[in-house]
């Protein structure tokens, strides 16, 4: 304990990892909780982050209640490291914690992430920090909190299980493909946060500790390790998830989530990892894709602007 | 909550046991620990703390305590707790109110198993709000010396052995009991020494 004291260096303007004790001691009672009722929003009151709402607040509370010094963070959106949501909030906790940081998922304590958990599987005792934007599953439907906190209490999810359904009466198929809903330990229906439901099976049986916190509607929740998580899906409609016909173009994996990149203006595009550190380790290791060679793939790959890179997806 | 150094030694509180030397970093220690222990239920989990809390709290009581506890959440101390220096430590330390009615406390303290009020005098939460229930901090004997039993649930995987010992012999029938009351029911967490076991409501534990 000491010895890691001794070597923790923070800007001291801040509490350590900027939150007061008082507030950090009412997330963590709010964590516990969460943690002893698998995906049941735990309300929690507390102060404010120092970022508007949509960088991640509630995401940052709950890494700021939980890290120490000897963790090493990681931090992604949408997969990258390197977008500017990542960078800032890695070097906010750089700053008021003076924690290691890392873009190795394997390297990291505590990984806090928007939109993607990473590919490569989690391990125990690893922390991984959902951002949450909306917490609330049944909201679309259910706009009035006292009623959604009711169909909880009563797990009634008939209406979700309708929503779904109306889905495949429409499109043939259930069309969401983020924020899929989950039943976790067959009691509570919980919006796994926009995630790509590629990502929905990595949920259930994960080693690690899932912790999600959404900074607005101020609720924490938690996916304990070794917990049940199964997507909503129906008999003749089985829960699936997103595939491609074609292997990531600069690492060759066929098994990760794969964002669409325009490389130029005359139409030229090419499908690779979300993933950045993941896409990144399988090339350096050897792994080629199809396009790996191509100059304008290539220089995309060398490019360290993949929030530009992100933007110019849309 | 006394953050500083907890060394102010007021003429009344003469023999008060000192709390964390490094509130900050003690507590964001602990909790981890904590945390560890709640979500991957059934394991022992040690914590490296120095704590020397007056008697009868083990260390990992008291560090417990000073990590969870403050003037929010309403504790209610056993009796051979009560009966100790431990009020005066909990009150200077932490700041929390102490109760005598079960039903009011947000935390129990428990070191006298043979006294041990039943698990249903404490707050099981509201269906709407299950997380407005008691946490209960048992001291045991010892963490692997009791009869062995068989826990599953959220945190294990497949199955785990555990055997606390020193517990009242209907405790695992009252166990059962708070498990049915699923999502609603308090959750355990034992202490010996400095290590804990973690058993939140969602654990179904079989002989
Ligand atoms: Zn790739």
């Given at each position: 304990m000491n010895a890691v004291v001794e070597k923790a260096s923070w800007d001291e303007a801040y509490n350590f990892a900027y939150l007061d004790e008082q507030t950090k001691r009412m997330i963590r009672r709010a964590l516990l909780k969460a943690v002893a009722i698998p995906g049941y929003q735990v309300p929690f009151g507390g102060r404010e982050m120092p970022l508007a709402y949509g960088w991640g607040t509630g995401g940052m509370q709950v890494t700021a209640s939980v890290i120490g010094p000897s963790d090493t963070l990681k931090v992604i959106d949408q997969g990258a490291d390197d977008t500017t949501n990542a960078v800032s909030i890695r070097r906010f906790f750089k700053r008021v914690a003076g924690v290691a940081t890392t873009e190795a998922t394997e390297e990291a304590s505590v990984i806090q992430t928007r939109h993607r958990i990473p590919e490569k599987p989690l391990k125990e005792g690893q922390v991984l920090v959902y951002q949450v934007p909306q917490p609330e599953p049944l909201r679309k439907l259910e706009p009035r909190e006292t009623e959604t906190r009711k169909m909880h209490g009563y797990a009634e999810y008939g209406l979700m299980h309708v929503r779904l359904y109306e889905d495949i009466s429409r499109f043939g198929h259930i069309a969401t493909t983020y924020s899929y809903p989950v039943m976790v330990n067959g009691r509570y229906v919980m919006s796994p946060s926009p995630i790509p439901k590629f990502d929905n099976p990595k949920m259930e049986n994960n080693p690690a500790i899932q912790l999600f916190g959404a900074g607005r509607e101020k609720r924490i929740y938690a996916i304990p390790p070794y917990t049940s998580v199964k997507s909503l899906d129906f008999d003749d409609h089985p829960f699936e998830v997103q595939r491609w016909p074609?292997?990531?173009?600069?690492?060759?994996?066929?098994?990760s989530y794969l964002d669409e990149v325009v490389l130029?203006?005359?139409?030229g595009r090419m499908f690779v990892c979300s993933d950045t550190h993941f896409c990144a380790d399988r090339q350096e290791k050897g792994h080629r894709g199809p396009m790996a060679a191509d100059p304008a793939a290539g220089a995309f790959a060398r490019s360290s602007d993949t929030s530009a890179r992100k933007e110019g997806e849309r | 909550m006394n953050d500083g150094n907890a060394t102010l030694a007021a003429p009344d509180m003469e023999g008060l046991k000192p709390g964390f030397t490094e509130p900050v970093f003690e507590a964001q220690e602990a909790f981890r620990t904590v945390l560890n222990t709640l979500s991957y239920a059934g394991r022992v989990h040690t914590l490296e703390t120095e704590l020397d809390p007056p008697a009868p709290l083990d260390p990992a009581m008291a560090a417990m305590a000073l990590t969870l506890f403050d003037f929010d959440t309403p504790v209610w101390l056993d009796a051979a707790i009560a009966d100790g220096a431990a009020p005066d430590f909990l009150r200077f330390h932490c700041g929390a109110p102490l109760v005598a009615a079960e039903g009011e406390a947000r935390f129990a303290v428990v070191a006298n198993l043979s006294k041990m009020p039943p698990l249903d005098r404490f707050a099981i939460g509201?269906?709407?709000?299950?997380?407005r229930s008691a946490t209960l901090l048992i001291q045991v004997?010892?963490?692997?010396?009791?009869p062995a039993m068989t826990w599953r649930g959220p945190g294990i995987d497949g199955a785990i052995t555990v055997a606390i010992a020193?517990?009242?012999?209907?405790f695992w029938a009252q166990w059962a009991d708070n498990h049915a009351l699923y999502p609603l029911g308090v959750d355990v967490i034992f202490a010996a020494g400095r290590a804990l076991v973690g058993l939140p409501r969602g654990i179904q534990v079989e002989g």
């Open positions: 074609q292997a990531c173009a600069l690492c060759g994996a066929r098994d130029d203006d005359k139409g | 509201e269906d709407r709000y299950p997380d004997p010892s963490l692997t010396g009791g020193g517990l009242p012999a209907d």
